[in-house]
């Protein structure tokens, strides 16, 4: 097994990636970025065109319901700091071979239904089967939308003295595919109870409905300032590149970051930390101190949790994290050891 798993360290990116991304041009307003979620490229009449890509996935021990609400939703999230839904889409399918084409078509038509219910559109792609392809990864898609420009909320926007809040929870995603991909082993050692909870927040994951009520779509909120959801690095790592991205330093405290009593359970089974885990269903958001108030209470009016959890500093403050009466800096992982806890459950035969 590969020592680095997930996303490519910073360090690389900046370093090799966003030296050399083609052509430069004047239109493409967002360029790729270290915690940056969209690109932005200039259209007449102060439109742009929004743009988003991840990964579509294929987890044979999740389903093919669940794998398709995740390669759907995965990037709807990603759309969703923009303030934005998403509109069109591109799907490119490299699917395992073994898979058959009656399983295929059930997936697919998932991926048209979660597709449809948020109203994007598929605009095309490719599809195809491949010789030793047995990734939990099937290919990668990419989202698109039209907004107006001023409009759209980005993860590089926050500003110092902002108010920085989680919706729903800490490594949502993490506790419920660990949970749904291990069923006996969760019943027989946390409980029939804590499975059937995991199953249920599944359906959580997605966080478009977070980010459209913090922003609002059709007057916008001002006093929304930055969005991030939360990936790989959990809510810490979410935190890290969003104030990174925009420049600045802040404060968390620890003791606030919402989570459940059965995630930190099923956490601590996996010998995770639910602070650095893929958190997929959460969002960041920096807003104006003095707004947060109205933020978190039009949140929790649609059922969504949602807590304050740390200040936006000048950048100079750096990035801390507070604990107890413990302030130090906030290390930012480059590797989510979530992948690496999932593949060594599987071959140590958890079931």
Known sequence: MSEKLGKIAEAELEGFILKNFGQARKEVSVKPGFGVDVSLVDLPNELALIATSDPLSLIPSLGLEESAWLSVHLMANDMATTGFPPQYAQMVLNLPASLSREDFKTYWNYIHQFSKDIGVAI??????????????????????????????????????????LVTKTS????SALLTMSFPETIKNRLGKQTYEAGCEMFKQTSSLKDGLIAAETEHKFSEIHAMHDVTEGGVLGAIYEMVKASGKGALIYDEALPIISWQKEVCELFKLDYREI??????????????????????????????????????????????????????YKTEDPYWKAFFTAIKSGWK
């Open 171 to 174: 490594a949502l995603s993490s």
């Open 123 to 164: 605009t095309g792609g490719h599809t195809g089967f491949v010789e030793g392809q047995n990734s939990t990864i099937s290919g990668g898609g990419t989202f698109f939308s039209v907004a107006p420009k001023k409009e759209i909320v980005l993860s590089n926007g926050a500003e110092a003295n902002d108010v920085i």
């Open 278 to 331: 893929i958190g997929a269903g959460s969002m960041i958001i920096s807003c104006e101190k003095g707004k947060e108030q109205q933020v978190i209470s039009r949140i929790k009016a649609e059922n969504i949790a949602c807590a304050a959890v740390g200040e936006i500093k000048n950048e100079e403050a750096g990035i801390k994290i507070a604990k107890g009466d413990e302030i130090k800096d906030l290390e």
